[in-house]
């Protein structure tokens, strides 16, 4: 029999990681179960995104024709500016509410992954959103002015329960389970089948809003929301929550500035390059900002071409689902089945010797596996603080292509949109719909990237800081571009939105340019101040004296 005890050799942590991943996954395999969790969780929050639009115009139009006189002559009586502006003013609130409590339950699920695991969190992200979509529907009896503030109010359940949680979890699982050279297309995948949810979702629906009532896709969310809480408590596996944290969490600080923690993976690290130097290091710091300003240009696309639609070329509820539904539909298709064979290929072609491999840097100066560790002298046991080492970064071969297919997708999608500025027919928004996908990616490129530069402690807090960024620039898109396409609609002009998205989307490549992986053979340092107990002053004039 194999030893058992203290004495028994030990299996690399990153062995039995590759052991799970290179192993062809069968149909419960814990990947392919995160990916149907994926799926019917977007499934289920892309029911209510086309009607929602839809209801704001209507009960919009409702209000405004309380204070004007009757509408008289055929057509549409709700196809003014005026109430294409307030249709539009009203989106951007509710928007801005979604993402504002998006951004605080984005935290809340961070503290639930760490306290519970993420299994029992992206179950708690499952069920608000069951709740709110029955406030949301009772908002719909009530209709004008008042339906419309319960409909934004009921966003505060997002605060426990929404898409900005549930994706970071999602992410999260597919960090820890998926070996470093596949991470980048795992999250490709992630997305493409969170993208198909989306299709199926928006489509079935608009077909529901038109065929039983407008308030029958809320009702079907909140059925589907609860099947999503059973399947996740039944399937998705179990992770220790004490894997996502480093070893240093218990010295760091308590309350609100503990829960802010995470975001501190943003800012510069310091370096160890191979000849001893110390230098600083703004590659997370850039990919942060060029993203927040990415997501600025491109975050209120699909919101722009269905408000867009509906004002140009009077699109129904059935018009707007069928045109994200391909646009969800051929993006994901792109996520799961081109895009890895893009990073794939483009990870060979960038591959070189310079970079060290995924593994601990061989030309490491500390030592990081107890196996490296020579015994040490007698003299050290009378050190009290022992120098900690510095925490490796280990870069993929060939991660740089990862970072250069981020820079050029995000300048094909805001050429893209900026196109759509040109359409004069109806069908050149399903044309526009269908071709923004090809330039997609991005996300799970940035998380690739974003993985790549941190240690492997660290994963879960750079992913829950880029997650923040996202969502920060999206409520700020949704503010920002909202009243942008408001002020436009006010003077039959709404076409010039697309024109800034694309300016602020060359913006961001700008910044992405400066943007870089760490010095290869680098190891990050830790501040000891930061993860270590303040010493006596006692204690610290005997190291100066030392």
Excluded at 205 to 221: L, S, Y
Excluded at 334 to 348: D, K, N
Aim: aromatic share 10%.
């Amino acid at each position: 029999m194999a030893p058992t005890g203290e004495t028994a050799p030990l299996l690399g942590g990153r062995e039995c990681e590759a052991m799970k991943m290179k192993s062809k996954p069968s149909l419960f395999s814990p990947a392919t179960l995160i990916l149907f969790a994926g799926f019917i969780i977007s499934l289920s929050f892309s029911y209510t995104q086309t009607p929602l639009l839809y209801t704001f115009r209507v009960m919009v139009c409702e209000e405004f024709y309380k204070h004007a006189p009757p509408y008289e002559g055929t057509g549409d009586r709700c196809a003014r500016n005026e109430i294409d502006a307030g249709a539009a003013t009203q989106v951007a609130i509710m928007g801005a509410a979604t993402v504002l409590c998006g951004i605080t339950n984005l935290f809340v699920a961070g503290w639930e992954m760490r306290k519970y695991g993420p299994k029992k969190a992206l179950a708690i992200q499952t069920f608000f959103p069951a709740i709110r979509v029955v406030i949301q529907a009772a908002s719909l009896f009530i209709g004008a002015r008042a339906g419309v503030v319960i409909m934004q109010l009921s966003q505060l359940t997002g605060v426990w329960g929404g898409p900005a949680g549930y994706i970071l979890i999602l992410n999260t699982i597919v960090a820890e389970i998926t070996e470093p050279a596949g991470r980048t297309a795992m999250f490709g995948r992630l997305q493409g089948v969170l993208m198909l949810g989306v299709s199926l979702g928006l489509i079935v629906g608009g077909v529901i809003a038109e065929e039983f009532g407008i308030e029958k896709p809320f009702e079907a969310a909140g059925i589907s929301f609860l099947a999503c809480t059973a399947y996740v408590l039944s399937f998705v596996p179990y992770i220790d929550p004490r894997d996502l944290s480093s070893d240093n969490d218990r010295n760091k600080p308590k309350g609100f500035m503990g829960f802010l923690g995470p975001l501190k993976v943003l800012g510069y690290q310091k370096m160890r390059l191979v000849d001893g130097r110390t230098v600083k290091h703004y590659g997370i710091f850039f990919l942060a900002f060029g993203i927040f300003t990415g997501v600025l240009a491109t975050g209120y696309a699909p919101t722009l071409i269905q408000m867009y639609s509906i004002s140009a070329f009077g699109f129904t509820t059935t018009n707007n689902s069928l045109l994200m539904s391909v646009n969800c539909l051929v993006r994901g298709l792109f996520l799961m089945f081109v895009f890895p064979h893009i990073i794939s290929y483009g990870r060979l072609a960038f591959k070189t010797t310079d970079l060290p491999s995924s593994d601990t840097p061989p030309e490491s100066p500390l030592p990081t596996h107890p196996h490296d560790i020579d015994p040490l002298p007698a003299v050290v046991a009378d050190q009290e603080e022992p120098t900690k080492p510095p925490e490796p970064v280990a870069v993929t071969q060939g991660a740089g292509f990862d970072l250069f297919f981020l820079r050029w997708s995000l300048l094909i999608d805001g050429i893209i949109t900026a196109s759509s500025a040109f359409a004069a027919q109806g069908w050149h928004m399903y044309l526009v719909g269908s071709l923004l996908p090809l330039a997609s990616g991005s996300a799970p490129a940035a998380k690739g990237v974003l993985t790549e530069m941190v240690p492997p402690n660290r994963k879960a807090d750079a992913l829950q800081a880029m997650t923040f960024i996202e969502y920060s620039a999206t409520l700020t898109t949704m503010g920002v571009f909202g009243f942008v396409f408001s002020s436009f609609a006010d003077i039959g002009k709404s076409y010039l939105t697309f024109y800034c998205n694309a300016a602020v989307a060359v913006v961001g490549v700008l910044i992405l340019l400066f943007s870089r992986f760490p010095p290869p053979g680098s190891e990050m340092i830790v501040d000891q101040m930061e993860t270590e107990p303040l010493l006596s002053d006692e204690t610290e004039e005997e190291a100066h004296e030392s």
